[in-house]
């Protein structure tokens, strides 16, 4: 029997704690998308690399390897495609885009500083001239960029959004513990659900020109509407799955609610909510991607701003850089739509506790 | 209205240091216009660019609009405060044919700037029928009777001939009807019941928006189209088709799009539709400034993606002076775009009359009209009286030379020569009926459309 070096003790000691910090900083990676994380942080960490070599090939060359061919396709086919805007570009002019739209949000930066300027002076010289009266503050009108587009659209989607779930969940949880509410619901559900966004608009459109008459209200009216089309197509995905959730909690919990004699909303915050909480964050998970879709398309056909907005005008314009603008805002939309997935993924992460994740 | 200017003006100098003298006491200063991405939207740029708008205290936001439909209503709802017009259209929604809304015009926007262009299929095929010049190349003014045999031989082959226009009530409507008929061929006419345009036509003319008549003529669902530029020039350098003819050609100086508000807006808000004028004045004689100096300028201004934003090498073909029909065939066009010179701002009741002896013409009023009520519409809808306070402020602030501004017109141009209008028949805005009716195709006095046919 040998005596067992402290030292050695000491390092197996730490080793075994960074992996045990790597494993759990996994469990994070994969829900931001950066599970390829995890083999390399292992091979640095000492793991035997053959094995995390294999990992890394799958998570991180295989992924890169596809994108790499897919660039390498376009790039060879786009040029061969004529339009009457020119070839269609390939993924270099695309990239020379993103530096072109960047540079735009600069001057139109430059611009709004020399607005306030101008304001600044202009409201001095009216102090000076002894006229306060005509000293007014005001908010520079120039055109949006592209940046203010991304945010423009990101806050109404999420105000779409929330709008959907304060309605779906509710009405969910209702339809899943009572078999009438149910029956009341389902038939509404069902019309509803297939309608095209597109449908929606006009509709929602002419309802908030008539009702909400305001010109200086909180919301601007073109908000308002894009704002309701994501409302109401991104309702059911939330209703449905809340509603499965809620119907199919195990059938000895609810024996235990009526043994413990616990009233609705006991039941319902502290047995239905937590057990149908997957579900729920399914139905939001795919609401807010219907919503995200639905938003690009009614900012297009209603001219609201955002990036729907953005590429409608870049189609208009048609000038040859319009179709590599357009694949700009493309590759914006489907980042964007993909980093929303990957926060509402977050959230259910957080707040499940199930092997759903 | 008179005195208020003159107290208006009193009180400011009274008050002011003189960098101030000319802001007026404004009802609204913060103003959203709409705009189509057009080259004749030039003056709206302008003075936003230049801060003319400012000058005048105004903060304004600009809008490019989806369609000519959008921007109307966005005016009549009050989303938008004003905008760039096509003429018809204050005068179509006053007298309620589409919408009904009461619109004004204190200013107009530009002269000329369209073109009619037809794919290059259609025109290898009216090649033949054009006479030439010494030089081989085609003779301008292109005649629709070059057009003629084509559609003749679609008829024959039982397939509709498919052009576009911009919007019912548009002058490239009017303009397209104008060369059709010019040439012999039947553009059809509206009924109230038949709103298509479409009854008796030899050409069935449909409405698509400027930005997408390259696009939609390339995908075949129409052959030609009439509308302004860029998108005559755009056809060109993308090579999917030919200019025929601009609208200089059809009517030397024709009366173009107009800047339009609501009748209500410009009672509430009388001052801010003074400054307003004002600079739009002064964004239309910077256009043409020193013999057309600053046109390079505009150009580059439009080509930027929140105007026009084609590319600038399309728009300065037009604005600067030429204009190529087939590739490599440009020519001098030095009056293609005029936006201040000829009057080209002031808003002219017999240019009203015009578009509204077009619309009897081709049944959109679908009954005789007697000609006070065309002075009467003329007078309601187009304002001379604010445009010529705003030049008045203008030459009385040094911004604005006396000469430049009809002072006395009784809102009447000369009458049209026969030899300034491709069909040689002359045009005099003081007797509406009577020209109506010595147009040879179109609706005379007396006819109505009913059933599809033309009565009376």
Redo the contacts between chains.
């Keep these: 029997m040998t005596a067992i070096d402290p030292q050695t003790l000491d390092t197996e000691a730490r080793r075994t704690r960074r992996f045990a910090r790597i494993n759990k900083a996994d469990a994070w990676f994969k829900v931001l998308g950066l599970a390829w994380l995890t083999p390399i942080l292992k091979a640095a960490a000492g793991d035997n690399p053959r094995a995390q070599a294999g990992e890394i090939w799958r998570l991180l060359g295989v992924p890169l390897l596809a994108i790499s061919l897919f660039l390498v396709a376009w790039g060879t086919l786009a040029p061969k495609v004529q339009t ?3 070839a269609v570009p390939g993924p270099v002019q695309v990239w020379e885009q993103v530096g072109s739209l960047h540079a ?1 949000y600069l001057r139109e930066k430059g611009r709004e500083t020399a607005f306030y300027e ?1 304001q600044e002076k202009r409201n001095a ?2 102090i000076a ?1 002894r ?1 306060e009266d ?1 000293v ?1 503050e ?1 908010v520079y ?1 120039g ?1 949006p960029t592209y940046y203010d587009q991304i945010w423009t659209s990101i806050l109404t989607v999420f105000f779409g959004f929330l709008i959907a779930s304060i309605v779906a969940i509710p009405l969910g949880i209702a339809a899943g513990l009572s078999a009438t509410a149910n029956a009341a619901l389902n038939p509404l559900i069902q019309i509803f659900k297939p309608v095209s966004p597109l449908a929606w608009l006009p509709i929602v459109t002419m309802i908030v ?1 008539a009702v909400y008459t305001t ?1 200086d209200g909180m919301f601007s ?1 073109s908000f308002l509407v894009s704002a309701i089309t994501v409302t109401l197509c991104s309702l059911w995905p939330t209703l449905i799955n809340t509603a499965l959730g809620v119907s199919s909690i195990d059938k000895d919990l609810v024996s235990v609610s009526r043994v413990l004699k616990m009233n609705t909303y006991t039941k319902i915050t502290k047995l239905v909510l937590p057990s149908a909480l997957p579900l729920i964050f399914t139905g939001l998970r795919l609401s807010l991607g219907v919503g995200w879709m639905v938003l690009i398309a009614a900012e297009m056909l209603a ?1 609201n701003p955002g990036l729907g907005k953005f590429v ?9 850089q ?1 179709l590599a ?1 357009i694949m700009v805002a493309v590759f914006t939309i489907g980042l964007i739509g993909f980093l929303l997935d990957r926060v509402m993924y977050a959230l259910q992460s957080m707040f499940t506790f199930s092997n759903n994740r | 209205m008179k005195t208020t200017i003159a107290t208006l003006l009193t009180a400011s100098t009274i008050l002011a240091s003189p960098a101030f003298a000319d802001i007026l006491d404004l009802e609204k200063e913060d103003l959203t216009l709409g705009f189509i991405k057009l080259t004749d939207m030039a003056p709206l740029a302008v003075a936003y660019e230049l801060g003319y708008f400012e000058d005048e205290g105004l903060f304004v936001t600009l809008e490019a609009q989806a369609n000519w439909k959008v921007l109307l209503d966005g005016v009549i709802s009050g989303e938008l405060d004003g905008a760039h017009m096509l003429a018809g259209q204050p005068l179509a929604a006053t007298i309620g044919y589409g919408t009904e809304a009461p619109i004004i015009t204190p200013f107009s926007m530009d002269l000329n700037g369209n073109g009619i262009t037809v794919s290059n299929d259609i025109w290898a095929q009216m090649k033949p029928n054009v006479p030439l010049m010494e030089d081989g190349r085609p003779q301008h003014p292109i005649s629709a009777a070059a057009l003629a045999p084509v559609v003749e031989d679609y008829k024959d082959r039982g397939e509709p001939f498919n052009m576009g226009m911009v919007f019912p009530v548009s002058t490239h409507n009017y303009e397209i009807r104008y060369w059709l008929a010019a040439g012999g061929l039947e553009p059809g006419y509206y009924s109230p019941q038949d709103i298509s345009g479409q009854i008796g036509a030899d050409v069935l003319l449909s409405v698509t928006p400027p930005p997408q008549m390259p696009a939609t003529m390339e995908a075949g669902t129409i052959f030609g189209y009439a509308v302004g530029e860029p998108w005559n020039q755009q056809a060109v350098f993308k090579g999917i088709g030919v200019p025929v003819i601009t609208d200089y050609d059809m009517w030397k100086n024709n009366p173009e799009k107009v800047f339009g508000i609501t009748k209500e807006f410009a009672e509430e808000n009388p001052n801010t539709t003074l400054a307003l004028t004002k600079a739009l004045i002064r964004a239309a004689i910077w256009l043409d400034e020193n013999d057309n100096a600053n046109r390079e300028e505009a150009v580059q201004m439009l080509s930027r993606p929140e105007y026009v934003g084609a590319d600038a090498e399309v728009i300065a073909n037009s604005m600067t002076g030429f204009f190529e029909f087939e590739k490599g065939d440009v020519r001098p066009a030095p009056d293609f775009n005029v936006f201040f010179r000829y009057n080209a701002t002031y808003p002219f009741y017999s240019d009203a009359i015009w578009y509204l002896t077009q619309m009897r013409r081709w049944g959109q009023i679908d009954e005789t009209k007697p000609d006070q009520w065309y002075f009467d519409v003329a007078a309601d809808v187009y304002r001379p009286d604010i445009y010529l306070q705003a030049a008045r402020m203008l030459v009385d602030d040094g911004m604005a030379n006396e000469a430049d501004f009809p002072w006395d017109s009784d809102g009447f141009k000369v009458a049209t020569p026969a030899a300034d209008i491709i069909d040689g028949i002359p045009y005099d805005g003081r007797t509406p009926n009577a020209y109506i009716d010595s147009l040879p195709i179109g609706l005379k006095s007396g006819q109505t459309v009913t059933n599809g046919r033309v009565d009376g």
Excluded: I
């Design positions: 009457s805007l020119g735009d101008r010289d009216l001239s006229r005509r007014r005001r009108t055109k020109s010109n009216k001219q409608w005008d870049e189609f208009q314009n048609g000038s040859s319009s603008r």
